[in-house]
C-alpha cells in the first residue's frame, strides 16, 4: 500500500523552500544558475533527494524528476511533493507530469523571475504558468506558490547572480 500524501503545512513549505534555496546557493557556487529543487515524500517531512540547476536543458526539477521516475513508483511519486525556488517552466512542469509527480510548492513565480534576469540570454523565460501546463494534462498536478514568506529570499539569491 502506497502511504497517502499528508498535506504540507506552512510551516513546512516554507523550511523546504528554504533547504531548495541552500540547494541552489551551491549550485550558484558552481557555477549555475541558482535553482534549486527537492522531492519530499508523503509524510512531508522526509527529503528524498534534491538537484541544483546543471545547464539551460538539465533544469534543477527536470533532472529531479526524471531521477525520480528511475527510483520510485509512479504510485508513490503520485504521493510526493517537488519543491522549487522558482515555478517551474514549460520543460520542468511538463517533466513532472510524466514522472506522475502529484504536487509542486514553489517560492516564486516565473513572472518575477523574468523581473529579475530581465533580457538575460542564458534564462529566456516563456511566461507559461505551470497552471497552464498542468491544467493541459490528464492528471489533477496540486500546485502551492507562490510562497510569500520565502520569495525574497530567493529573489535576493537571483538578484545577486543575474546583476552580476
Not at 541552489?24 to 512531508?44: S, T
Not at 530581465?118 to 497552471?131: F, I, K, V
Request: aromatic share 6%; charged share 20%; glycine share 6%.
Amino acid at each position: 500500500m502506497v502511504e497517502r500524501r499528508k498535506p504540507l503545512s506552512e510551516a513546512q513549505c516554507v523550511a523546504h523552500l528554504r533547504r531548495a534555496n541552500a540547494v541552489a546557493q551551491r549550485a550558484m557556487a558552481l557555477g549555475h544558475h541558482p535553482f534549486g529543487a527537492i522531492l519530499v515524500a508523503p509524510d512531508g517531512e522526509t527529503v528524498l533527494a534534491e538537484q541544483g540547476n546543471i545547464d539551460s536543458v538539465n533544469h534543477a526539477e527536470s533532472t529531479l524528476a526524471r531521477v525520480a521516475a528511475t527510483n520510485f513508483t509512479p504510485e508513490y511519486l503520485w504521493e510526493c511533493t517537488l519543491v522549487t525556488t522558482a515555478e517551474p517552466c514549460a520543460m520542468c512542469a511538463g517533466t513532472q507530469y510524466w514522472a506522475h509527480i502529484g504536487h509542486v510548492v514553489y517560492g516564486m513565480t516565473e513572472q518575477r523571475l523574468l523581473e529579475l534576469t530581465g533580457s538575460a540570454e542564458d534564462n529566456p523565460t516563456m511566461h507559461l504558468p505551470c497552471r497552464e501546463v498542468f491544467a493541459r494534462g490528464q492528471k489533477p498536478i496540486e500546485v502551492t506558490g507562490p510562497v510569500a514568506e520565502v520569495e525574497e529570499e530567493i529573489a535576493a539569491l537571483h538578484r545577486d547572480f543575474w546583476n552580476k
